[in-house]
């Protein structure tokens, strides 16, 4: 895979900037469409690090375009069919090859939509408390890694840069997005999380868990929006390598988590810097995903 010097930040003064996330900087085409740009900027506990990963924005726009096309037929998506390079200027093309959408402009809702199928991270951490996670029941006895009897949806809000989403009930989720579309939703990426797994599993891969994200356009239809089943967004572990009872290796930024946990730090920007290896091994890693989901 050809690495370019890593992009910490866009500068498109063609477009609006509207807004420059964790990841993504989002600018305004026009009043339908927005042109979504994939850094390769990482986040961990909700704090952006310093040190950007090559090559990884590249590998979550072709991992989301890959998801978007296979998994459209369960849901309508965001995504546009027009090429990046053409709502921008020439002397800016540059900048979204390879790493940029041209998507609808919807409504964010105001949830994530993680969707779970093991025991792993936070969810391993509610479990050892309250024998649940996100208030979902389980079983006894589970240890850590475990494959749960069936996909479980535990949403969680939506939190700004530099500040931490906060899992919640399916009871608040309700609150926040109405019954109805509450329901709606849990359908929706549970079936997303059961075929893109499924799918994975022949590949080498295990989806350990997911997160979506959702928007409605102005006849208040669903559509799946942000990115879909990246290194970012999922929990991905090598098959071969899989085992209960310890958090597996990863594909994912999991990797740097691990990492930054043995830092002296309080989880709070600024960030420590990423060494060197720590680097390559983690651009790898994305890359890996990309070569073994997609072929």
């Known amino acids: 895979m050809n690495i370019d010097a890593p992009v910490q930040e866009t500068h498109l003064d063609s477009l609006k900037l509207l807004h420059r996330g964790k990841v993504r900087d989002i600018y305004e085409v026009d009043a339908e469409r927005l ?22 924005g ?46 609808r402009r919807l409504r964010p809702l105001p949830i994530e939509a993680i969707v779970r199928g093991y025991v792993a991270g936070s969810g391993w951490k509610d479990y050892q408390r309250t024998g649940a996670i996100s208030g979902v029941e389980l079983p006894p006895g589970l240890v850590e890694a475990d ?3 069936a996909p479980i949806f535990t949403p969680s809000t939506k939190a700004p840069a530099g500040t931490h989403d906060e899992n919640i009930s399916y009871v608040e989720a309700e609150r926040l997005l109405g019954p109805d579309r509450a329901a709606e ?57 899989y085992r209960t009872g310890v958090s597996p290796p990863s594909f994912d930024k999991q990797f740097v988590r691990d990492w930054l946990e043995t830092q002296h730090w309080n989880k709070q920007p600024p960030a420590p810097a990423l060494p060197e290896d720590i680097l390559e091994r983690t651009a790898a890693k994305y890359a890996d995903a990309l070569r073994m989901l997609t072929g």
């Open 35 to 56: 042109l979504i740009v994939q850094t390769d900027r990482l986040s961990a506990f909700d704090v952006i690090l310093p040190t950007p990963i090559p090559g990884k």
């Open 58 to 103: 590249r590998v979550l726009t072709a991992l989301s375009n890959f998801w978007f096309t296979k998994l459209r037929h369960i849901i309508a998506n965001h995504l546009l069919d027009v090429e990046p390079g053409d709502v921008v200027s020439a002397s800016e093309r540059d900048q979204v090859a390879g790493r940029a959408f041209v998507v």
């Open 147 to 149: 494959k749960l009897p």
């Open 185 to 241: 939703v849990r359908e929706a990426a549970v079936a997303l999380y059961r075929e893109a797994a499924d799918y994975a599993d022949t590949r080498g891969i295990i989806i350990a868990d997911t997160k979506f994200e959702f928007g409605t356009d102005g006849d208040d239809r669903l559509f799946l929006i942000d990115e879909a089943l990246t290194p970012d967004s999922s929990r991905f572990w090598p098959r071969d390598q």
